[in-house]
């Protein structure tokens, strides 16, 4: 009887441990949510225009690192200074990118903030590779942001431990 007793305390206990856990990993990731610029920043070194409002931002629901995220800004006046390193021409294959990892993603994205590749942007494209990793043949980084000239949105898409290099 007193085994049974035992059992169901350290049950209760690994159990009420379990949910402690789920709860403050869902918090720490509201947190990183809402400071996107933050995260960017620690994650790529870029600084974001201070000038932008958040739109949208979701990533996917993993319990890692890797995987697709996006957000959508929208600029109060044209961030000059920053736009300078961004691609002035449009790009056939960054369009297709973007198309196709968009409709792959396990994200939900409302159609209002999915980019418009009709339209006139400047982008930018930034890759880095994970030597280190052979377990994963070695993955890599990377982030396409689109800069949208006719309403100054700012559409960033960024996937970690990718298993395939995008040619753009």
Known sequence: MKNKVFVKKIIASIATVCGIAIFCCSLISCVKEKDYRAVFLHNWGVELPENMEK???????????????FA????ESEPTE?????EK???ENVSKHID??????????PEKYIPDMSKDYYWKYYCRKHLDNQEYKNPVDYYIMLYFTDDMRLSIYQYFESNEIPKL
Do not use: M, P, V
Request: proline content about 0%; charged content about 30%; glycine content about 6%.
């Open 82 to 86: 920053f736009l300078k390193d961004f």
């Open 89 to 91: 021409e449009r790009s």
């Open 72 to 75: 959508t800004f929208i600029c």
């Open 55 to 69: 739109q949208f931002s979701k990533q996917e629901d993993n319990w890692g690192h890797y995987g697709a995220r």
């Open 100 to 109: 196709k990892a968009l409709s792959e993603a396990r994200i939900k994205i």
